[in-house]
């Protein structure tokens, strides 16, 4: 019952800053979990952050944390991953995912999420 759509990607020197928008539509947006993730070329789809429905349960993985951001705002149906001191590891296919995960696991793996966006590419130069 929800569509998700990516926008925002681009390409960053290493070292700034860019800010990527999931626009969701439909009904259960405000009561769901957020999620980006990012698959590099050759890699596997790696967990980046998430953000329970009311913004108070944050999750970031260990290689963005201090770096990254997950911003919600239910009113717009939107989320956001601010990302600032870009490396060029961070170039890769950036997702967005929404789901009901329950548990820790969940919160930070793809099955814990049902509706995935097409997906916007970030490219990081050195």
């Known amino acids: 019952q929800v569509q998700l759509v990516e926008s925002g990607g681009g390409l960053v020197q290493a070292g700034g800053s860019l800010r990527l928008s999931c626009a969701a539509s439909?009904?259960?947006?405000?009561?769901?979990?957020m999620g980006w993730f990012r698959q590099a070329p050759g890699k596997e789809r790696q967990f980046v952050a998430a953000?329970?429905?009311?913004?108070?349960?944050?999750y970031y993985a260990d290689s963005v944390k201090g770096r990254f951001t997950i911003p919600r705002d239910n009113a717009k149906k939107t989320v956001y991953l601010q990302m600032d001191s870009l490396k060029s590891a961070d170039t890769a296919v950036y997702s967005c995912?929404?789901?009901?995960?329950?548990?820790?696991?969940?919160?930070?793996?793809?099955?814990?999420?049902?509706?995935w966006g097409q997906g916007t590419q970030v490219t990081v130069s050195s």
């Open positions: 995912a929404a789901g009901f995960p329950r548990t820790v696991p969940e919160f930070t793996t793809t099955p814990g999420y049902a509706y």
């Open positions: 439909g009904r259960t947006f405000s009561t769901q979990t």
């Open positions: 953000i329970n429905w009311s913004g108070r349960s944050l």
